[in-house]
C-alpha cells in the first residue's frame, strides 16, 4: 500500500484529500502544519508527500521545507506542493528544491490523483 502525507492548514482540505486518498485505496497521514508535518516525515517512511507552500502566514513558503526534509529523508520519496499562491518564479525554485510536482489547488482532485499515480508508479 503507498503511504501518503497530506500538509496543509486548512482543515477542510486535509478532510477532503484524507477521505479522497483513502477511497482510492493509499494509506493517509495528515499535518495541519509544518512541525506535525516534519515530525511525521522524521519518524515514517512515506512514498508520497503533498505539502501545501504556505503551510502557516509566518512561513510562506514552510512547504519547501517539508519537501526538502523527505528528500533528505528518503531520497525515493516524491513530492509534490499544492498552492494558492503558485507564480513561475516559486515554481522554478521549488523544481530546484527536488520537487516532483507542483500543482494548483484549482486544480481538480481528479487531476492530483493522477499525477501521484504517475509519480508513484514511476519510483520503482
Known amino acids: 500500500m503507498i503511504r501518503l502525507l497530506i500538509a496543509d492548514d486548512e482543515t477542510s482540505i486535509l478532510f477532503a484529500m484524507k477521505e479522497y486518498f ?36 509566518a512561513r510562506p513558503q514552510g512547504g519547501l521545507a517539508v519537501a526538502a526534509a523527505v528528500k533528505e529523508r528518503s531520497p525515493r520519496a516524491r513530492t509534490m506542493i499544492l498552492t494558492a499562491y503558485g507564480s513561475p ?11 516532483d510536482a507542483f500543482l494548483h489547488k484549482q486544480d481538480r482532485l481528479q487531476q492530483v490523483a493522477a499525477v501521484v499515480r504517475g509519480l508513484t508508479a514511476a519510483r520503482d
Open 22 to 57: 483513502e477511497a482510492l485505496g493509499y494509506a493517509v497521514d495528515c499535518a495541519a502544519d509544518e512541525e506535525r508535518a516534519l515530525a511525521l516525515v522524521g519518524a515514517g517512511e512515506y512514498d508520497m508527500v503533498i505539502a501545501d507552500l504556505r503551510l502557516c502566514a
Open 89 to 99: 518564479e516559486v515554481e522554478a525554485q521549488a523544481r530546484r528544491a527536488g520537487v
